[in-house]
């Protein structure tokens, strides 16, 4: 079993998702005098029968706004109390990838989402 060490909490209502790896989070926005400038970042975690990171890509891909902001807890182990948090603004999804379909390899099935977003915020824990 892959223990998460971040969790996220996506939109208003907090819904708490596992992750195994955050990657590239960072902001550039004073780098750049436009706001319309936008970073990514990367989460990744192991497939389940939760579609949500599938739903929000594929709803963003329809049209919708999507945009929602994302929190994001570094744990201080597996399953442990969050010690530094982060959020992420207007967050939305601009690329899914699924997990590897290999009959032959030994590999826990993996996803990945990317967001964009506009900006981000140290948070007191």
């Known amino acids: 079993?892959?223990?998460a060490?971040?969790?996220l909490e996506v939109g208003t209502r907090a819904r708490v998702i596992p992750?195994?790896?955050?990657?590239?989070?960072?902001?550039l926005t004073e780098a750049s005098s436009d706001p319309e400038?936008?970073?990514?970042v990367v989460i990744r975690r192991a497939v389940s029968s939760d579609r949500f990171f599938y739903d929000?890509?594929?709803?963003?891909?329809?049209?919708?706004?999507?945009?929602?902001?994302?929190?994001?807890?570094?744990?201080?182990g597996p399953g442990g109390k969050p010690v530094l948090s982060w959020r992420v603004e207007a967050a939305r999804p601009i690329r899914w990838t699924g997990p590897r379909f290999d009959g032959l390899g030994n590999e826990l099935a993996m996803e990945t989402?990317?967001?964009?977003?506009?900006?981000?915020?140290?948070l007191d824990t």
């Open 5 to 7: 060490h971040f969790i």
């Open 56 to 76: 929000w890509y594929r709803n963003t891909k329809l049209g919708k706004d999507t945009a929602a902001p994302v929190t994001v807890r570094l744990l201080a």
């Open 1 to 3: 079993m892959l223990i």
């Open 113 to 122: 989402l990317e967001l964009s977003y506009t900006g981000i915020i140290w």
């Open 19 to 27: 992750v195994q790896s955050v990657s590239d989070l960072h902001d």
């Open 37 to 40: 400038i936008r970073q990514s």
